[in-house]
């Protein structure tokens, strides 16, 4: 059974900066994709960042330039660096893999974490 297990969130000020990890324990034989998504309330989930398994990334238009996404294969980790952070940037945050479990292709979900932007 695979398990996503994310941490780092936190309550921060306007301008300061948080990274997020998201770790996988378990067995899976390829990754095509791991991302972050986040949820504001009442407001549906959206897409931050995203990297393949190639190593190609893509970031939602509002975190350009302020979020990076990066990845360690050899602790099955994804990180997301958010830096300037504003208070728009408040949300729930859940990391989501693409991942091939027993030959099956899936999409597994993290628990999510609490990040506040706020003085």
């Known amino acids: 059974q695979v398990q996503l297990v994310e941490s780092g969130g936190g309550l921060v000020q306007p301008g300061g900066s948080l990274r997020l990890s998201c770790a996988a324990s378990?067995?899976?034989?390829?990754?095509?994709?791991m991302g972050w998504y986040r949820q504001a309330p009442g407001k549906q989930r959206e897409l931050v960042a995203d990297i393949t398994g190639g190593g190609s990334t893509n970031y939602a238009d509002s975190v350009k330039g302020r979020f990076t996404i990066s990845r360690d294969n050899f602790k099955s980790t994804v990180y997301l660096q958010m830096d300037s952070l504003k208070p728009d940037d408040t949300a729930v945050y859940y990391c989501?893999?693409?991942?091939?479990?027993?030959?099956?292709?899936?999409?597994?979900w993290g628990q999510g974490t609490q990040v506040t932007v706020s003085s």
């Open positions: 378990g067995m899976f034989s390829v990754i095509n994709a």
């Open positions: 989501k893999w693409t991942i091939v479990v027993g030959g099956v292709r899936g999409d597994y």
